[in-house]
Nanobody
């Protein structure tokens, strides 16, 4: 069983920054690819960023956040982070972290409860 807990969400003005954190309970965290997703009311869930297992040498970003968001991981702390800069009102959503334990796949089997990010104009 893997439990993921997000934190760091909140209210921020447009142009501001937030850093989201996700802490995992798994002792094999290093073996999991990790992703950040978001879902806003009336919109489909969107994968905004992902990072490969191990040292996290490979990353993915949705076009909507490229150049503004940065995903990173700290395996010693069983944690993954999402640094969000230059936030826009359209970034407002519930943000979820997820873990993909299957090697070489993007099958996210474990999900956190989410943290709300609200960006005011």
């Amino acid at each position: 069983q893997v439990q993921l807990v997000e934190s760091g969400g909140g209210l921020v003005q447009a142009g501001g920054s937030l850093r989201l954190s996700c802490e995992a309970s798994s002792r094999t965290f290093m073996m999991y690819a990790m992703g950040w997703f978001r879902q806003a009311p009336g919109k489909e869930r969107e994968r905004v960023a992902a990072i490969s297992s191990g040292g996290g040498s490979s990353t993915y970003y949705a076009d909507s956040v490229k150049g503004r968001f940065t995903i990173s991981r700290d395996n010693a702390k069983n944690a993954v982070y999402l640094q969000m800069n230059s936030l826009k009102p359209e970034d407002t959503a519930v943000y979820y972290c997820a873990a993909a334990p299957v090697v070489g796949s993007d099958l996210y089997l474990y999900w956190g409860q989410g943290t709300q990010v609200t960006v005011s104009s």
